[in-house]
């Protein structure tokens, strides 16, 4: 048996002192690290040689955050693959030979791993770590600084911007209506009271933009203002002012609160 150092123990009232010929690297070492093997024997070691196991899964961890673009573009490969139809044998033939060298360096980092129970026992199935699920979401957009404040749904320069705005009560409505007579008059803007008791007013240009494409989500079936309106791509409040507008009109009917049908 190779003896590499032979260590005195030394008892003092705060541990205990080692002393003797140490290797350089320990001796130059602030901080050392003990660790049990089995009864008797022990490793001493520079702190760090050994890696604890949850510093293991913090870098395994940290290894899938930074992905490639290529390592990225392949998690989201086998992302839009149902999680039962990825069975490791099956996904290879439909990956180049480049995409299988990037999923071996997947399964390395464990960025992906093959999982074997259950009735993918003998097949097993690839799966995506949250880790590295998280570094190919797509990031919440942050909100633009240069964002103007919304403005108020019953200001006039509401209805300039967007071609309409609601307004609250019989007051405001009479006010707007004296303020600019000659919009109203022309036609250019039109206002119409509904079952709310609100007024929804309309400029000329936002209701005939609108005003079939609005119809036409409707000829397929009964739907609210948000249903259309989240179809359309429009605001669903603007929504139900043209359908406030079409109902006067006779174009559509509301079968029941909040639910419109064609006419």
Not at 52 to 67: N, T, V, W, Y
Not at 86 to 109: F, Y
Not at 175 to 193: L, Y
Not at 247 to 262: C, N, Q, Y
Request: proline fraction near 4%; charged fraction near 30%.
């Amino acid at each position: 048996m190779i003896i590499l150092a032979e260590l005195r123990v030394t008892r003092t009232k705060d541990g205990v002192l080692l002393s003797g010929q140490l290797p350089q690297e320990i001796f130059q070492s602030q901080t050392l690290e003990l660790f049990p093997l089995r009864d008797g024997a022990y490793l001493l070691t520079v702190k760090g040689f050994v890696v604890h196991p949850h510093s293991a899964r913090e870098q395994k961890a940290a290894a899938a955050k930074s992905l490639s673009e290529k390592e990225k573009a392949l998690v989201r490969k086998l992302l839009s693959i149902r999680f039962e139809s990825r069975i490791p044998a099956e996904v290879g033939k439909a990956l180049s030979k480049e995409e299988k060298e990037t999923l071996e360096a997947l399964l390395k980092n464990e960025a992906v791993q093959i999982f074997h129970g259950g009735k993918y026992e003998k097949t097993g199935v690839l799966n995506v770590s949250e880790a590295a699920f998280a570094a190919v979401r797509e990031p919440a957009a942050a909100p633009s600084q240069a964002l103007v404040p919304q403005l108020p749904q019953n200001s006039i320069a509401h209805l300039e911007k967007t071609g309409w705005m609601v307004l609250e009560n019989d007051s405001e409505a009479r006010n707007f209506g004296n303020a600019f007579s000659d919009k109203v008059k022309s036609g250019e803007v039109r206002g119409q009271r509904a079952f709310d008791r609100k007024y929804y007013f309309v400029t000329k240009g936002f209701f005939e933009s609108h005003e079939k494409e609005v119809l036409i989500r409707l000829g397929k079936s009964d739907k609210t203002p948000e249903e259309i309106a989240e179809e359309a791509g429009i605001p669903s409040e603007g929504c139900r002012a043209i359908l406030v507008h079409l109902l006067e009109e006779g174009e559509v009917l509301e079968k029941r609160k909040g639910k419109f049908s064609k006419a």
